[in-house]
């Protein structure tokens, strides 16, 4: 194991240093850790040019009587932008990958305390480095002990920042699942009496919907925010207690939770509640620029509608490959007939062509055939359509979506 630390001013005489139950007598707080983890073998001092005159030599022999060996990088004093890129370069590259390092921030004189912070979440946030520790020495020269802080879970907080982001803006729960199964495990291991019990099962049911979301897979997606939805209240007390920076998001949790819905099964088929949230979770997916899932799914998401429309609530055969089929050739047919062009009557025209709402229906289909086309070529025709206009277009057709599925319940 390697500690990391920076050298700076130290006092006269000694401090007892203390770190949960164990505690060290010594002038350095370098030698203080290394004497109560017991584990580190290296170490890398940066310091500037006056600090290395000041204690270079001191704390290296101090280091040396508890088996550790150390070396010295030299470092500007961070007094402009420049100066601090060139420290975190320096301590970036004074780690090898996958090394397990102890950082130690006591004497991050001035900005050097957040460089120091931010590099060592850099290195465990990008896995080049295991950072089992992060600590602070409070030095005291009252006479009272001088506590060494672990401040090792604030480096979560940037990759709970990140994970939460992603979750957020790209429906990825991915970091939020590793996070929480970690958390889950460090308790565990801990032996704490009020370890959580249900918090990693309830963040992988939210992996599970973002990644059912993105594949767009409604049923898979809806029945696991139906899981969300039921678990969501029980988990909050853990959520509080252990990952606390889920709690900031506890109310876009709570919008994946409406969304719930339990998969139809075979026997009582498919119903005008799951359709209603089949929509709902097309504008969730639009709404978080997931258009090409969105977009893919109003197809099928159409279908569901004219099949309940035909065959009423509860319609067991809605997954039937031909009967689908049929229902998306009806469509086209009805889109040839628009046009005066001749078409192949189906085994739903006569029904659809009486419809009241028709016309809405194929020009709906027309539209949305149309994205999806766009969307299905990825780009490659001669006069593709701006991207950002394809995005205005998918908010166009949930809107419409949503109109016409008024005129339907009607």
């Not at 729960?173 to 291991?189: D, E, Q």
Request: aromatic share 10%.
């Amino acid at each position: 194991m390697k500690l990391i630390s920076f050298l700076g001013e130290q006092g006269e005489g000694a401090g007892l240093y203390t770190c949960g139950v164990s505690s060290c007598e010594t002038r350095f707080v370098q030698e203080a850790i290394c004497r109560l983890l017991g584990t580190v073998d290296s170490a890398v001092l940066f310091a500037t040019e006056g600090a290395r005159k000041a204690t270079w030599e001191p704390v290296s022999l101090s280091l040396t009587r508890c088996g550790v060996t150390s070396e010295m990088v030299v470092i500007p004093n961070g007094e402009t932008e420049d100066e601090l890129w060139e420290i975190f370069r320096a301590i970036e590259t004074s780690i090898d990958d996958g090394e397990d390092i102890v950082f130690d921030i006591t004497h991050g004189y001035r900005s050097l305390l957040l460089v120091g912070f931010l590099s060592a979440a850099f290195l465990q946030t990008t896995g080049k480095a295991d950072i089992s520790r992060l600590f602070y020495g409070q030095y005291r020269d009252d006479g009272e002990a001088s506590p060494v802080l672990d401040m090792t879970p604030f480096l979560s907080i940037l990759d709970w920042t990140t994970s939460v982001h992603a979750f957020l803006r790209s429906m990825d729960a991915s970091g939020i699942n590793r996070l929480a199964n970690r958390t889950a495990k460090k308790a565990y291991l801990s032996g704490r009496p009020d370890a959580p019990e249900k918090l990693s099962r309830f963040a992988e049911a939210l992996d599970g919907f973002a990644v059912a979301t993105r594949m767009a897979r409604p049923v898979e997606a809806l029945n696991l925010a139906a899981g969300i939805a039921r678990d969501i209240d029980d988990v909050t007390g853990e959520v509080e207690v252990f990952t606390p920076p889920l709690v900031e998001v506890l109310d876009h949790i709570h919008q994946v939770g409406d969304l719930g819905i339990r998969k139809p099964e075979k026997s009582e088929g498919l119903t005008w509640a799951h359709v209603e949230k089949e929509l709902a979770l097309i504008g969730f997916m639009v709404e978080r620029g997931l258009l090409l899932q969105g977009v893919t799914f109003s197809r099928e998401w159409l279908v569901n509608v004219m099949l309940l429309a035909r065959f009423g609530d509860g319609y067991p055969g809605w997954l039937d490959p031909d009967t689908r089929y049929e229902m998306s050739q009806t469509f086209g047919a009805a889109i040839l007939k628009l046009k005066g062009s001749t078409y192949l009557p189906t085994y739903f025209i006569d029904w659809y062509m009486a419809l009241p709402y028709e016309d809405e229906a194929t020009r709906l289909w027309g539209e949305l055939s149309s994205l999806r086309n766009d969307f299905a070529h990825c780009g490659m025709r001669e006069y593709p359509p701006r991207t950002i206009r394809m995005s205005e277009k998918a908010g166009q057709l949930y809107r419409h979506l949503c109109v016409f599925f008024g005129i339907v319940m009607m």
